[in-house]
């Protein structure tokens, strides 16, 4: 099993530019979960997709953030324009039970 | 005052030590509980998840968790330099069987020294 695949695993861009993270879940996982992990606030939830529906995008900062999930096999973080407070490790993850969610590597952003 | 509060150390103990972590959260509708270990740059793995009050024990883990005080613990015992790491605990609704995300404490940094 691959786990959860994040790409890229690190991004430098600078303010204004837009950002597109990707993940692919385990297969046969039908929940998707993006979080965010920063030193001053730890590891939040910002959007989760139960079989590719959006269910609870609240913790998604501001309209800059949106996420899709096309089908079951993808999903994308997207932030336009990026700010420097957006600068976090971006994880997602998946589930097929709800309790047992599996981590992927992250993607490290740094926006200058 | 956050949902969950988690003492984020540094906690550093002997090998062969027995290691206390806790949480307490303020939300009373948590139902599910779980801790996480997280390496350095590395995503969160899964160690244990609980059902509502009770221990329950996986090799040298035994989580514990307590509603009557909002309090959860994990131990482990015998520890190694190898469990060296940021555990974070988790927690969740009752979502009537689908999945709902996690809240998260911060994190307590271990150090287990050889």
């Known amino acids: 099993d691959a786990g959860v695949i994040q790409s890229p695993r690190h991004e430098v861009t600078e303010m204004g530019q837009e950002v597109t993270l990707r993940c692919k879940p385990i297969s046969g996982h039908n929940s998707l979960f993006w979080y965010r992990q920063t030193m001053m606030r730890g590891l939040e939830l910002l959007i989760y997709?139960?079989?590719?529906?959006?269910?609870?995008d609240s913790g998604m900062p501001e309209d800059r953030f949106s996420a899709k999930m096309p089908n079951a096999s993808f999903s994308t973080l997207k932030i336009q324009p990026s700010e420097p407070r957006d600068s976090a490790v971006y994880f997602c993850?998946?589930?097929?039970?709800?309790?047992?969610?599996?981590f992927g590597p992250g993607t490290r952003l740094t926006v200058t | 005052q956050k949902e969950v509060e988690q003492d984020p150390g540094p906690l550093s103990v002997p090998e062969g030590a027995i290691v206390s972590l806790n949480c307490t959260y303020s939300n009373s509708a948590f139902q599910y509980f779980m801790w996480y270990r997280q390496y350095s740059r590395k995503g969160p793995e899964l160690l244990m998840y609980?059902?509502?009050?009770g221990n329950k024990e996986d090799g040298r883990f035994t989580a514990q968790v307590d509603k009557s005080s909002k309090y959860i613990s994990l131990f482990i015992r015998d520890s190694q330099p190898s469990d060296s790491a940021t555990y974070l605990c988790?927690?969740?609704?009752?979502?009537?069987?689908?999945?709902?995300?996690?809240?998260f404490g911060k994190g307590t940094h271990l150090i287990i020294q050889p």
């Open positions: 993850a998946s589930s097929l039970s709800g309790n047992e969610q599996y």
């Open positions: 988790a927690m969740r609704l009752y979502s009537g069987g689908g999945a709902d995300g996690l809240t």
């Open positions: 997709f139960n079989n590719n529906v959006p269910i609870d």
């Open positions: 609980t059902y509502s009050s």
